[in-house]
């Protein structure tokens, strides 16, 4: 890859960055069958940001760990019901190739 091109794929990802949900952000898994999962800002009881996978009860309100919706929560992008942040999905959906992309990009500064 050439380095104009390089360049242009780190400015792309930074844009996907700074139009997404600020973070961290943490997933749990819900349903009868717990085969749907939740992504989302998660605090603690004493507003401490959590991350990575956590198990909440999202209506129980002393549940120790509380899941602000990302994808689908009413301030962001509601219409008629359907509730979208359409730049926390791209960002989500890039993340599989920007990641690798950005390791390897490390990995050659560093000549590893």
């Known amino acids: 890859m050439k380095r104009k091109e390089i360049f242009k794929k ?26 749907c999962c939740r992504i989302g800002i998660a605090a603690d009881k004493d507003g401490n940001s ?13 549940s120790e760990i509380f899941i602000e919706d990302i994808l689908w929560r009413d301030d962001i992008g509601y219409k008629e019901g359907a509730v979208v942040n359409y730049d926390d999905a791209d960002f989500i959906a890039h993340a599989r190739t920007d990641i690798p992309f950005l390791i390897e990009f490390i990995k050659q500064l560093l000549k590893v």
């Open 10 to 35: 780190i400015d792309e990802i930074k844009k996907r960055v700074e139009k997404a949900t600020y973070g961290p952000w943490a997933w749990e898994q819900y349903g009868e069958k717990v085969n």
């Open 50 to 62: 959590v991350e990575g996978h956590v198990k909440t009860d999202r209506y129980d309100l002393d």
